[in-house]
């Protein structure tokens, strides 16, 4: 390997490597330099890289060299070995790109203080896509692919009133940041979309939301929830199902009680400053619980109370 012209020690390995998420071993193909000992890891194409393998095995044997099917080993073009770009902050109205998409290996997007008032579409294309590499000799092609996506969006600061539904086809998404915005809803059809498998963070705080579907708590993978400075009057009342929760923020809203639920969360950290509860300590355990009386203790007080005689 080279880098600016100075040689690079590199060791080049090939195995299988475990999916967590389909459980199911892949070929990859992992090289390892002096400065980055853990390696990169990328996913091979079988048939090709059994070609690939059958001409250096070849070589190795010390076979004649022109019987082997080898191109002449030329410079590479810059964008054939530049690092795809895997993060973007755009932090001003005058950088926000007009012509040109958003580059297709993002895996983290920030897009703030630029004014926007809906959520670019060009940002919702960035759900998945394969980096194919290829190394390419005169009769086969070593064709390594790396799949990426984006994995956290932050927008915010901006002038956002509405979300897409289609921000649920991000499937590898897991924080959304979306503080500081004129939001005055969260839609069902988010809550139900495949951000129920992947979705850690969620910022909406300093928004205009007055309350959260029912359909909100199916978001159970969250870990982190901040909902303070908006006008919210009440929690969804099945907020116990977000079992993963830990740091919840609903200060400065316009809560005056908590749904009985709460209290199955599991929290490390929680924020309920600067509402209107009802009761001085609404984390208060303790229930008042008026059950309706029985009839016999209704007559009884009747009696007592009218001064019946009910001993004739």
């Avoid at 303070?228 to 919840?248: M, T």
């Amino acid at each position: 390997m080279k880098s600016r012209g100075k040689g690079v020690r590199a060791v080049v390995s090939i195995g299988k490597h475990l999916d967590k998420s389909s459980q199911r071993s892949t070929i990859y193909m992992m090289i390892c330099t002096a400065k980055d000992r853990t390696g990169s890891k990328y996913k091979a194409d079988a048939n090709s890289l059994k070609n690939f393998l059958s001409a250096a095995r070849l070589a190795d044997r010390g076979s004649d060299t022109s019987s082997l099917p080898l191109s002449t080993l030329t410079p590479v073009r810059a964008r054939d070995v530049e690092q795809p770009k895997k993060k973007l902050s755009v932090m001003s109205k005058k950088d926000y790109p007009l012509t040109s998409n958003f580059p297709y290996s993002l895996e983290q997007l920030q897009v703030s203080y630029c004014k926007l008032s809906r959520v670019d579409m060009r940002m919702l294309s960035l759900k998945g896509t394969s980096i194919i590499y290829k190394i390419t000799a005169a009769m086969m092609t070593l064709v390594i692919v790396l799949f990426v996506a984006l994995r956290r969006l932050d927008l915010s600061n901006n002038h956002i009133k509405k979300l897409p539904a289609t921000i649920g086809d991000l499937s590898c998404l897991s924080e959304l940041i979306l503080h500081n915005n004129h939001l005055e809803a969260f839609s069902e059809a988010l809550c139900l979309s495949t951000l129920q498998q992947t979705l850690q963070v969620l910022d909406l705080s300093q928004n205009r939301l007055q309350s959260l579907p029912t359909q909100f708590c199916q978001l159970r993978e969250l870990m982190n929830l901040k909902l303070e400075d908006n006008k919210l009057v009440g929690l969804p009342f099945q907020i116990g199902r977000l079992s993963k929760l830990r740091f919840l923020s609903a200060a400065h809203n316009e809560l005056t009680v908590l749904p009985a639920d709460f209290f199955k969360l599991s929290l490390e950290n929680l924020d309920l400053f600067g509402n209107p509860f009802i009761q001085p300590n609404p984390l208060d355990h303790s229930m008042q619980l008026a059950f309706p009386l029985p009839l016999q203790e209704i007559a009884s007080r009747a009696v007592a109370s009218l001064r019946l005689d009910y001993y004739s």
